[in-house]
Structure formats: C-alpha cells, structure tokens
C-alpha cells in the first residue's frame, strides 16, 4: 500500500511516518508539500492509495474535493482538531474516509488504515483477480457474446467469481446476451459517485446474472459516456480485481483514454476477428497500436470467432499478417448462437452440445486452470488521461 503524507511541518510529517512504523504496517510511504502543480506528488512512480492530510483545516474542503474528483482511486485521511458536525459532512461528502485527532495514536492509526483496507476488498488476504481485455476488431466480430457466455461459464461451471464490466459507453447491451434483467444502476451512475466506490457500494451497482458472476451495465443513455473518465475505470478495476477472480471488460471499439485503461491493466487482452479481409486489416491496426504502446505480444491472444477449416485465409495467414497468435477458434454456429442472443440465455445453457459450447469451455477450462500471476501494468503514451 502506498501513501503520501502531505503536512507543512516537516516534524509532523516524519512523526507521522515513524506512526506507520510502529503500526506493523507493510507500506510505501513517503512525505511532501502540497503545490497547485502537483497536489499529491507520486510514491514511486505511481498515485498513492492513501493521502493522509496533517494539520487540515475546513477552508481547505473544496481543494479537497477537486483532489478526489481527479484522483478517485485515493482514500484520503484527515487529521484536524476540528469536530464540529458541519466540518465532518462537508468532509466526508469531499470524499473524506477517516478524520483522526491531532498527533493520533498508533492504535488509532491502524485502525483506521484497516478500516479502508477493508473498503477497499483488499489486505493481505485479497484476491488478485486477472483482468481480462475483450474487443473487437470491427464491428459485428461477436466479442460481446463471447465475453459474456465465457463469464457465465467460469461462474457457473467453475465456481469462479467473474465481473464483467460493459465498456461500450454508446452502445453497450451485454446484459441483454444472458439475463433479462434490468439493470438498476450503470457504469455511468457509479462514476458520478466514485467518492463512494468500495467493494460493497460496486456489488449493489451490478447484476447477480448467476452466483458468482455479477455485471456492470453499460450507460442507458450514450450522452452519459462522458461522465465515465480513465481514472474511475481505473478505480473500479482495481475494486473489482480485489473481489473477482475474472474481471472481463468488454471493450468495444473506441481508442481513447478511457478504453485503454483496461488494456493498459489487462494481463490479457482478446481481440475478436474473423477470417474476412475487412476484420484482419483492423485487428492488424489494433495490434500496432498495442506495440506502439509497448504491450508485449504475448499478452494479446487473437480470437477467431465463426471460423471454418475450409475458410479461403488460414490461421497461419492470420498470424502472419497481423503478427499476434491466435489464442482460440470459435466455430460458426450460426443457429445456436441466434437463438443464445434472442432468448438472452448463455449458449452454455441452452444448447450445451454446440460446438461453440465447446470451444467456450476450453477457453474457461485454460483460464481457470493458469496459476495467478501479478498483474501488469503500461501507461497509455499515445493518449493523456486529461
């Protein structure tokens, strides 16, 4: 875990650090300033999880509140001599996790870093879920069926806990693909509100499709795209990694800053393709834009979905031109996977002898089978967050 203390006294700050020594607390800490340029300042590279705030006073609360805006993944603690009931609903409405007393005690300190290890699903004891990056080539490729059928049969027959999260911000209907519900809340809803993201407040904004694989709905109304920034996806990646075993993001088709952040996070990423001249051209873009990024090539895995054995261009076509491995097939079963997408009902259920049936569960069987690995991470170079 890593966190910024930020105090205008450099003793305060080092007794604060000495603190969260004596908490037995495995961390990265580091002490600052607070300037306009660099609010927070980064631990190593990267955005602290943890800003504690010494010596905070109640003419500081907008600044606050801009800083969670643009860094929601941060829990931020305030120590304050003031008390009053009108400071602490204005700070906790700031985004404010924890208000401590001045000079707080290890005891107390430790209490409440635990209370925000546990808000947010993680600790010694998380799951490091893998996130897993699904898109398409060109429209129509089948990536939404795929992701969603693949997700049901990992919670379903291999009693994993699955999120899959809708990133098609226009045009998202993954729910529709395996349940009829309606979702009561959207990806879009939980952004405007990411002050209160935890693992609890991302379980009520999603669906229970199946025990073990819920479902975060893409945005009802396209206009509301906007309000979904790369930082929240990041932040709710993060929650969903911590509390999943498979966090599958349906990407859809837009490069920008926000759809890269799964790329970005992804330890693997599922381009769907098919053996058309029109889908290889684009999945050969996309790859190019992953190695420009610089995402080694063997964390993209080509799917090749209605694949036929006597199609015109071969695997060995597919993968030379594009220079990426296919990681599966999928089969063309026209009629079964019509009747899935009509009915809303995974293909795993209702037509368990088709043959994309099968290739499903050979991808499920293959990924729940891998050991867990640490998750990687790239910056976006080619699009700025802000």
Request: net charge positive; charged share 10%.
């Given at each position: 875990m890593k966190i910024k203390i930020l105090s205008d006294s450099h003793d305060n700050a080092e007794r604060l650090r000495a603190t969260l020594v004596q908490a037995g607390r495995t961390m990265d800490v580091a002490v600052g300033h607070a300037t306009s340029n660099d609010p927070i300042g980064a631990v190593n590279g990267t955005v602290p999880d943890i800003v504690v705030l010494d010596a905070f006073k109640a003419s500081a609360i907008a600044d606050l509140e801009r800083l969670t805006q643009r860094y929601p993944q941060i829990d931020p603690i305030v120590i304050t001599a003031d008390t009053s009931s009108e400071f602490l609903l204005q700070a906790f409405r700031a985004g404010v996790r924890e208000v401590l007393p001045p000079v707080p005690s290890p005891e107390v300190l430790q209490a409440a870093l635990t209370r925000i290890t546990r808000k947010r699903g993680g600790g010694a004891t998380a799951s490091a879920g893998k996130i897993l990056a699904m898109t398409s080539c060109k429209g129509g490729s089948g990536a939404t069926f795929l992701a969603t059928n693949l997700a049901w049969i990992l919670a379903a027959s291999h009693g994993k806990r699955v999120a899959l999260i809708d990133l098609n911000l226009q045009f998202g209907d993954a729910s529709m693909y395996v349940t009829d519900q309606k979702p009561a809340s959207n990806l879009a809803l939980v952004c405007q509100q990411i002050h209160r993201l935890d693992a609890a407040f991302l379980s009520s904004a999603m669906i229970e499709v199946e025990p073990g694989f819920s479902l975060l709905a893409a945005p009802d109304d396209p206009a509301h795209a906007t309000d979904v920034h790369p930082e929240h996806v990041e932040a709710i990646l993060k929650v969903a990694r911590a509390n999943f075993d498979f966090v599958i993001v349906d990407v859809g088709r837009s490069l920008d800053s926000v759809s890269l952040k799964p790329f970005d996070m992804a330890d693997t990423i599922f381009p769907v393709v098919q053996l058309t001249l029109p889908f290889i051209r684009e999945a050969k873009r996309l790859v190019?834009?992953?190695?420009?990024?610089?995402?080694?090539?063997?964390?993209?895995?080509?799917?090749?979905?209605?694949?036929?054995?006597?199609?015109e261009i071969s695997l060995e076509d597919l993968e030379r031109t594009i220079n990426a491995k296919v990681y599966k097939t999928i089969p063309n079963a026209?009629?079964?996977?019509?009747?899935?997408?009509n009915q809303g009902e995974p293909i795993a259920r209702l037509a368990k002898g088709s043959p994309v049936t099968k290739a499903l569960r050979e991808i499920a069987e293959s990924l729940a089978a891998e050991p867990e690995k640490a998750s990687k991470g790239w910056l976006s170079r080619i699009f700025a967050a802000h």
């Open positions: 190019q834009v992953f190695i420009s990024l610089g995402y080694p090539l063997a964390k993209v895995g080509l799917i090749v979905n209605r694949h036929q054995k006597t199609a026209y009629e079964a996977v019509a009747s899935s997408v």
